[in-house]
Each structure stands twice: as C-alpha cells, then as structure tokens.
C-alpha cells in the first residue's frame, strides 16, 4: 500500500515538473516565430458582436478566460457563445482552447480556436469559435466583428485587434517600453536573444505551486511518521524514518539506474567519438 502511494507521489512530481515548464493557462504562446501575450484581451464583461438580421445574433467570447455572459451554459465553461431567439448556446469550451496561426497582415497576430461538442450541429462540423487577434500596434483592444462562416457551418469566427496582439518586444532600457504590451511587461524578458530560452516569469504558476504544496506533503509524511514511529511503535534512531525499508530499497533501484545509463554513456562516447 505504501509503494503504492509512494509510485503515485513520484509520478505527481513529474506531472509537476511538466506544467511548471509549459503552463497552457497563461495565454502565451510563438506563432510564426514571434512571442505573443494576448491576456491582455482577457474581458470580465465578455466581448459582444451583434449580428443583425431577422434573427439577430450575439456573439459573446472571452480570450484565455470564460465568458461571463455564457455562465448559464452547463455542464462545461464556454469561453464563447451566441445568443439567439432567447436561448444561449455554447460555442466553445474554454478547455479546448488551443493557439492556431492567424494571417493577420504585417504587424502579426494570431488566434485562438475554442470547440465544443455541447450542443451538436446540423451540418456535422464540431461547433468552433475562431477568436482571431489583429496587431495594431499602440491601439486599444476592441472588437471588429463576428460571423459564422460559411452561414450554417456552425463555424464561427470572432475578430478583435489591438496592442494586445502585437508580438512581444524586447525591451532595450528598463523604465521604457518599446511598443506592443501595455508597458507592464518590462521586466519580464530581457533577452530573447536566445531563442529556445523560456521567457522568465513573473509570480509563480500553477505547476510550481503545485511542487510547493508537494514538498509541505513531504515535510508533513516525514514528521508524522517519525512521531508516530517514535510515540507509538517505539522506534529509535534512523528506524523511525517512515517506511524506511521500501525508501532503501528504492535508494538502491535508483543506484542501479544512474549506473546503468552512466555506462551506456560511457561505451557511446568512445563509440561515437566523431559525433
Ligand atoms: C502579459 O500581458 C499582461 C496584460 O497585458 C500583463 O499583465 C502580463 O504581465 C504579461 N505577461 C508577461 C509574462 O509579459
Ligand atoms: C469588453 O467587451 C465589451 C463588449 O465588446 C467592450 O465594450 C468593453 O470595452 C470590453 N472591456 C475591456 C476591458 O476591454
């Protein structure tokens, strides 16, 4: 039971480590080898388009967040819907948002595409809202349009441009920014001289804190097992280190691992020296 628990520990870590690096949630993301962060388009009211017509729609969209305006949508989060004869329908799930490449002209941009098989479509298609961000550098973030394209394709494609979708400049003094963002990102990236580098972060995300309640898990285990096996099974010495026997056990597998990898290294390099 113990291993049990301690192999799903170990795996946590990893997960940990992995969202640490990627963090889908932060709204960044290079399209076409530029940098971008659109959270500045994030809207706690919902953008809104009215398509008129004899049955008038509204569109209704959040970028990297929910849409407010959909939040009587169940079971799952739009992160874009449409209003039409009365009802709301869900157009996106927030989850399945995922960064594509937009052609937005030569300042850049790019997009984002939301799906949803909440409610299903006559013609077949997924439900898909394209939230597609246009460059205008300096400019404030507003809506330019909304449709479905083609009518009746269930396809719907959402139009906004502003600063926030200009690729991320680099900023040459601190105090002054460039351009692009809205001059509250200066001192997150000093460089990007080094292209596959992570930019480095401000505030912590969601994977590290996750490493961080880990570890206070860690802390807890070792200190309750040790009170426990000292108070009530009367132990001494190192024998009180919880489950001491299986951590001795794994200390040596890992050994053994290191060594393994640690000699195939070994005969590759004299192998391959030329490489
Ligand atoms: C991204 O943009 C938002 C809003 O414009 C800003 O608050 C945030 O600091 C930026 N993040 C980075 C890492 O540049
Ligand atoms: C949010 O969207 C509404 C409707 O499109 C717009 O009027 C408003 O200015 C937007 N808010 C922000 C903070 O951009």
Redesign the pocket.
Known sequence: MSKFLISTLIAIIFIGAISAQSAPS???TTLGGKKY?F??F?NSTSWSFVVAGTNPTTYYWNVCAAASKCNSIKPTTPASCQFQSNTYRNTGDLASGSFVNYNAGSSGGGAIKYTTTGSPCKSGNTRTTTVQMTCTPGKANIVTGADENPVGSCLYEVQLSGK?ACP?TTPTTSGTTTGG??G??HS??TSSSHSGEK?K??GLSGGWIFIIILLCSITVYLVVGVIINAKVRHMHGTDMIPNKNFWVEFGALIKDGVFFIKSKITRSNSGYQQV
């Open positions: 932060n709204c960044m962060n959270s500045g994030g926030s991320t963002d809205d509250s990102s997150q990236e930019p972060k401000k």
